[in-house]
């Protein structure tokens, strides 16, 4: 095999990188295509920092080059990195709760170093990549971009959706705001297990990505501009098959796991951190008008396949077991299990003898 030059991207800065030419091994292809071999595992040096080194021609370098300083020494994708960020998620969370913006920059952060990283690794995404995160200001232009690109049409094109979602978003209102978007995607870290990168829901998530388009619809709903709510409404649910009503009110930190199927009706109101699973349906009964859709409270979760139908309340941190069919009040911690489903009371909390 004769040895190559494999482009590796250096970080200038949040937006900036510049090719260098590293060493490196490669074969020819069945179809006459030269492909670099570069195989790295983490080790341990002498220091006590985790350092990438190059099983095949690749030089012992720090990960710090590729990042820039963003964050640690740590290689992106690997089980050491997403035991470090998942234990960054209640960091950044908290701040973004607060509306603290350092916690919205420190994320743009990790989320290019990510992006670095996979052009690097990854030669054939390296375009979208470049175009999706590496050559975007800010995090709202990011994910503004990729929604643009997921529900572009005829009807609205790219560049149209792609200013619909900023001004959106400078809109800030309760239900969509830079936080709002942060705090999603640090619940899809938080809370997959299949998540590794803070870049993934923006690249690769199409429930991250439906969430972010209801949220642009829900705004446009609130300006009066409906008939263009519910053509994005439209896009949304033919492209991702992921049905919300822009009138549904959905709180920051929402998490639509594999979201094939989830239905979310006009009335339904869904408080902070909730979990939802493939097939939910959050459905209306009874009454033509006025409140028919159920209240989802903070933390709660909804298993795969669940319906819960009417104006039921489903309560703080309270869970619907899958494929269960609930016609009544969920209380507080408690599991709704069962067609119809059966409430099963939360366990007693341990009492402290108190001396």
């Known amino acids: 095999m004769a040895p190559s030059t494999t482009a590796a991207f250096i970080s200038g800065g949040a937006n900036s990188f510049a090719p260098v030419n590293v060493p490196s091994q490669a074969h020819t292809c069945g179809v006459g295509r030269r492909r670099p071999l570069v195989k790295q595992a983490c080790v341990q040096d002498g220091a006590g920092k985790i350092q990438v ?28 990195y997403m035991v470090h960020m998942k234990a960054t998620c209640g960091t950044l969370a908290r701040l973004s709760a607060q509306g603290d913006v350092s916690g919205c920059d420190q994320l743009w952060a990790y989320i290019c170093a990510e992006a670095r990283h996979i052009a690097h690794r990854e030669h054939e995404l390296s ?39 900023k001004e959106a978003v400078e809109e800030s209102t309760e239900y969509c705001s830079v936080c709002c978007m942060q705090e999603d995607i640090i619940a899809v870290m938080q809370r997959d297990p299949a998540c590794t990168r803070f870049v993934e829901p923006l690249l690769f998530f199409k429930g991250f990505h439906a969430l ?24 949304t649910s033919k492209r991702l098959h992921v049905d919300i009503h822009p009138a549904a009110r959905i709180g920051a930190g929402a998490f639509l796991d594999h979201a094939t199927g989830i239905v979310i009706g006009e009335t339904c109101v869904l408080d902070r951190n909730v979990s939802l699973l493939h097939r939910v349906t959050l ?33 703080a941190d309270a869970a619907v077991a899958a494929c269960s069919l609930l016609l009544v009040d969920v209380p507080d911690d408690a599991l709704a299990v069962g067609v119809p489903a059966r409430i099963r009371p939360p366990p007693p909390r341990p009492t402290i003898p108190q001396q």
């Open 53 to 80: 080194a190059a099983r095949r021609g690749l030089p012992t370098m720090s990960w710090q080059v590729y990042t820039g300083g963003a964050h640690s020494d740590l290689e992106p994708g690997t089980p050491e």
């Open 283 to 315: 459905g209306g009964a009874g009454a033509s008008t006025g409140k028919r859709h159920p209240d989802v409270m903070a933390g709660a979760f909804l298993g795969a396949g669940s319906t819960v139908l009417g104006p039921v309340r489903v309560g």
């Open 212 to 235: 972010q388009a209801y949220r642009v619809s829900h705004v446009l709903w609130n300006q009066g501009r409906r008939l263009l709510a519910k053509q994005l409404h439209a896009l």
């Open 127 to 165: 375009s979208f990549v470049s175009a999706a995160v590496l050559n975007q200001k800010s995090l709202v232009d990011a994910v503004a971009f990729v929604v643009a690109g997921k529900l572009a049409s005829r009807a609205l094109s790219a560049a149209v959706l792609f200013e619909l979602c």
